[in-house]
Every structure is written in structure tokens, then in C-alpha cells.
């Protein structure tokens, strides 16, 4: 029987079981769980979902980049973006790093979301105002939000997974805290399941 476990992961945290040399905390400080593995990754100053599992499958399956399966972001960003700044986004086509980024779905908050607070806290300057947008993207490239928000001046200073969605089912980090983890319920595991078929 395979395991599928939805973690929060904190700031500041390795996306991986193994240490890397420079004492940060990494996946294995807060999943006791051996033999599960992320799919994909989310960098060490990002924070939100991440999925581990052990069915490789099922794995390979959600990080392949063919299959496009929408991830959503909360992102904060120095400045306020005007629509055709976002637009250039929202079209696809910016060339970044090499590659060519996908269209993504990208709007505006009218409020800041009620998240965790982030330890430690986001440098606040009070001539400098900040923005929240939710940015869905279908692909997962190297540092990619960051690298998107920073083409149009407008720098991420936090950004947090909130979802990914597949054709029948959407993971979320609803009802999770920082370093929390769940199991998948016997509703939504089939559903992840049927990916390897």
C-alpha cells in the first residue's frame, strides 16, 4: 500500500531527507515517514505544499513537465504590478534563463491572504508599498515565480504553495500549519492512484 502525505513545508527548509552541509533543516525534521520522496520541488525560501510519496509512478507521473499540472501560488511582491505588466505573464512566451515561460493565470489580491506568519518575518520598509498575487502556473522550472516577477520590476519577497490541482482532485495546504503533515484520505488516494495508470 502506497503513502501520499501533504506537507506544509516551513521557510527555510530543504526540499530534501538527506542534509546538505549547511545545517538548515530539511524534510526529515518534520516527516518521520522513511521511504517517501517529494514530487518535485520547492525552494529552500519558499514555503507551502509539497507532496511526498513512495509510489514512483506517481511521481514521475506529477513532476513530468508534459502532464501541466496546475500549481497555485500566493506571492508578494515589492511594488504594485499594473495589468499590462501582469499581462506580459499572463501571455506566456517571457524568456527567462534559456526557456520560454508557459501563459499563467495571475491575478491581483484585494487583500492580504491570511496566512502564517513567516519566521523570520518579511523585511517591511514603509516607503516601499507590497502587493499579493495568486499565480497559477503548469509548469515548474527553477525558481520560476521568482525569476517571472523580477522580469517586470517587481521583486517576490514571500511565496507560498497553496495548491496543486489535477484533473479530479486538488491538493491544498487548507487546514495545515507550518511542518504540518497529513496523510491522503481513502477518498482522495485512489484518485492519485489512478495516475499510474
Not at 522513511?34 to 511521481?59: K, W
Not at 513537465?65 to 501560488?73: A, E
Request: hydrophobic share 30%.
Amino acid at each position: 500500500m502506497y503513502r501520499y502525505i501533504l506537507l506544509y513545508k516551513p521557510y527555510n527548509v530543504i526540499c530534501q531527507f538527506s542534509p546538505n552541509g549547511n545545517n538548515s533543516p530539511t524534510l526529515k525534521d518534520y516527516v518521520s515517514v522513511s521511504g517517501v520522496y517529494p514530487v518535485g520541488r520547492l525552494d529552500q525560501d519558499s514555503e507551502g505544499l509539497v507532496l511526498l510519496t513512495d509510489n514512483g509512478i506517481v511521481q514521475n507521473r506529477l513532476s513530468h513537465p508534459k502532464f501541466g499540472h496546475p500549481k497555485t501560488y500566493l506571492v508578494q511582491v515589492e511594488g504594485i504590478p499594473d495589468e499590462n505588466s501582469l499581462d506580459q505573464l499572463r501571455r506566456g512566451g517571457v524568456l527567462i534563463q534559456g526557456y520560454r515561460t508557459q501563459p499563467a493565470r495571475i491575478k491581483i489580491l484585494a487583500q492580504e491572504p491570511v496566512l502564517p506568519p513567516r519566521n523570520p518575518p518579511i523585511r517591511y520598509r514603509k516607503s516601499v508599498p507590497t502587493s499579493w498575487l495568486e499565480m497559477t502556473l503548469t509548469e515548474g522550472k527553477n525558481r520560476q515565480v521568482r525569476r517571472m516577477s523580477a522580469h517586470i520590476g517587481f521583486p517576490t519577497l514571500r511565496l507560498v504553495r497553496i495548491s496543486i490541482n489535477l484533473e479530479y482532485l486538488s491538493l491544498s495546504i487548507e487546514g495545515l500549519n507550518p511542518g504540518q503533515w497529513r496523510e491522503l484520505s481513502q477518498e482522495e488516494s485512489p484518485i492519485l492512484e489512478s495516475l499510474q495508470y
